[in-house]
Structure formats: C-alpha cells, structure tokens
Nanobody
C-alpha cells in the first residue's frame, strides 16, 4: 500500500510561482509518478508525468512553465515547479503513482487513470488575475 501526500498549494497572482510537493509513503516500485488537476466543474486532466527512468512529458498548456522532478536524494518526493501561473491554472492538484507511462498522464483520456494506482487527497491552487 502506498500513501501520497501533497502540499504547497495556495493563492497567488497571475505571473507568480508555486512549488507543489508530494511525498510517497510506501514502495511504489517502478510506477510512473504524475501530477493531475481538476478545475471546478471540469474533468480531471493530466499535467505532467515522470517515468522511472526520469523521462518526462507535459500537457501542452503547461509546457515551458511547469517542471516535474524528483528529489535528488529521495525518490519518494516529487515536485511540480509552476512558473508564470495563469488564472486558468486554478484547480485542485493531485499527485499519483500509476502503472502507466508519462505519455499516458498527459493524454486526452488521462481521466481514466483515476481508477488505477495510488492518489493523494489534493492541494488547491488558486491564481487571481
């Protein structure tokens, strides 16, 4: 069993930055790690994924602004650095460990992954204009 705990959300003005953190308790093996978000009234979508080999992929809407990474000394800690935030980035952000690939995390049908793997409880990000 794996438990994931997110932190680092908050309120920020457009153009600002936040860094989300996710800590995994338990062994998630070679699962892919990913960040997802769910805006109010909308479907959950993939934001960024990182494979066990360190390769990454990003949703087009965040490319060049967000960076997913793992802690250099503790693979159980995952980050999402979010720069140049926009009001449309406002959402609940979730961390997940999945039997999938980073490409799956950012695919159009990524919402189907909610039935697999392990998920955190989420952290709220609010960006004001």
């Amino acid at each position: 069993q794996v438990t994931l705990m997110e932190s680092g959300g908050g309120s920020v003005q457009a153009g600002g930055s936040l860094r989300l953190r996710c800590e995994a308790f338990g062994d998630y093996g070679t699962y892919c790690m990913g960040w997802f978000r769910q805006p109010p009234g909308k479907e959950r979508e993939g934001v960024a994924g990182i494979n066990s080999d360190g390769s990454t992929n990003y949703a087009d809407s965040v490319k060049g602004r967000f960076t997913i990474s793992k802690d250099n000394t503790n693979r159980n800690i995952l980050y999402l650095q979010m720069n140049r935030l926009k009001p449309e980035d406002t959402a609940m952000y979730y961390c997940a460990a999945l039997p999938a690939l980073a490409d799956d995390v950012v695919a159009d049908d990524a919402a189907r992954l909610v039935d697999f793997g392990y998920w955190g409880q989420g952290t709220q990000v609010t960006v004001s204009s």
